[in-house]
């Protein structure tokens, strides 16, 4: 017998299903084999510690100090809720205000940069009725009409005459 076969045989013997005869055989080899017999009592000392007999006893309080911790890790705090949530709430957020911005913009009117002559008079505090006043009041008729074909023309930007 090889001694690769023993070793393997060896710990067929030390499960228990080992065939009696292979057990003679195993016993032959081993009583005239120095290695093989270290190995099987390396194999014999290993198998006595994992095999023992009694358990450990728990340390003193064992129980309540673990049921205090299944306590602790199953409590909710408020914060850890809030965190969790706020992770998903701040990027909708965010995009349901940018929409909200996107949508005034899209939607608000047109300001229109150009003012009428009335609303800039207005703004310079000025009387809106002063150009038509002044028309009227004017008494020769050439510089009248000459006012108002002026007054009508829109490539001149002060679109006032002054005879």
């Given at each position: 017998?090889?001694?690769?076969?023993?070793?393997?045989?060896?710990?067929?013997?030390?499960?228990?299903?080992?065939?009696?005869?292979?057990?003679?055989?195993?016993d032959g080899h081993i009583e005239g084999c120095p290695r093989c017999r270290k190995l099987r009592e390396a194999y014999m000392v290993l198998l006595g510690r994992l095999?023992?007999?009694?358990?450990?006893?728990?340390?003193?309080?064992?129980?309540?100090?673990?049921?205090?911790?299944?306590?602790?890790?199953?409590?909710?705090?408020?914060?850890?809720?809030?965190?969790?949530?706020?992770?998903?709430?701040?990027?909708?957020?965010?995009?349901?205000?940018?929409?909200?911005?996107?949508?005034?913009?899209?939607?608000?009117?047109?300001?229109?940069?150009?003012?009428?002559?009335?609303?800039?008079?207005?703004?310079?505090?000025?009387d809106p009725l002063q150009g038509p006043q002044t028309l009227f009041n004017e008494e020769k008729v050439e510089n009248r009409n000459m006012m108002i074909i002026f007054?009508?023309?829109?490539?001149?930007?002060?679109?006032?005459?002054?005879?």
């Amino acid at each position: 017998m090889r001694c690769r076969e023993t070793e393997k045989w060896i710990l067929r013997s030390l499960d228990g299903i080992l065939d009696p005869a292979r057990v003679k055989a195993l016993d032959g080899h081993i009583e005239g084999c120095p290695r093989c017999r270290k190995l099987r009592e390396a194999y014999m000392v290993l198998l006595g510690r994992l095999k023992s007999p009694a358990e450990p006893e728990p340390l003193p309080r064992f129980r309540e100090r673990l049921r205090s911790r299944i306590a602790d890790r199953d409590r909710v705090e408020p914060w850890t809720v809030w965190a969790k949530w706020s992770l998903r709430a701040i990027p909708v957020s965010l995009v349901l205000i940018g929409c909200f911005i996107g949508a005034i913009a899209f939607l608000s009117p047109k300001l229109e940069e150009d003012m009428s002559q009335p609303e800039a008079l207005l703004l310079q505090n000025a009387d809106p009725l002063q150009g038509p006043q002044t028309l009227f009041n004017e008494e020769k008729v050439e510089n009248r009409n000459m006012m108002i074909i002026f007054a009508g023309d829109e490539r001149i930007p002060n679109r006032r005459y002054s005879p």
